[in-house]
């Protein structure tokens, strides 16, 4: 079974492609309900600009008070309250989009031969503030 750290192409700096992630990967992760989605939070890179190797508690802040995140799953009932909605989906499956600091709830999966543990977050649908086409457009405040 391939793992999700597969699809990090540069582990030093932790690059997700999500076009990497295997199907049977994809299928095992958790289904979200109602009008929830479930999303890979973006890495943090484990060295600064100028090459400093950071530590594991930056770098895990840093994951924690991520603000990006690409939707690999969105529950049954998402955007479809007309009233706030409009009938004018926020996002879609397979993008990457812009959340609130700490929304939603983490947990971490770990599938059999996977060594590296791999943080998810299931949010509600109107936590999504934006959408943006990459990543690495977004610079960290913290």
């Known amino acids: ?50 090459g400093i190797e950071l530590l594991q508690t930056t770098t895990e802040r840093e994951s924690l008070a991520t603000v990006v995140a690409w939707v690999v799953k969105m529950g049954p009932l998402c955007y479809k309250d007309e009233s706030r909605f409009h009938g004018i989906p926020w996002c879609q499956e397979n993008q990457w989009v812009l959340i609130g600091r700490y929304a939603g709830t983490r947990f971490k999966l770990n599938f059999e ?17 934006g959408t943006i086409l990459h990543p690495d457009d977004i610079v960290s405040m913290t």
């Open 1 to 50: 079974m391939e793992s999700i750290s597969k699809a990090y192409v540069n582990p030093e700096e932790k690059e997700l492609d999500p076009a990497l992630l295997d199907a049977s990967v994809i299928d095992r992760l958790p289904n979200p309900s109602g009008y929830r989605l479930l999303v890979f939070p973006s890495k943090q890179k484990s060295k600064s600009e100028g």
């Open 113 to 129: 031969g996977d060594d590296n543990p791999q943080e998810v977050r299931i949010i509600n649908d109107d936590e999504v503030i």
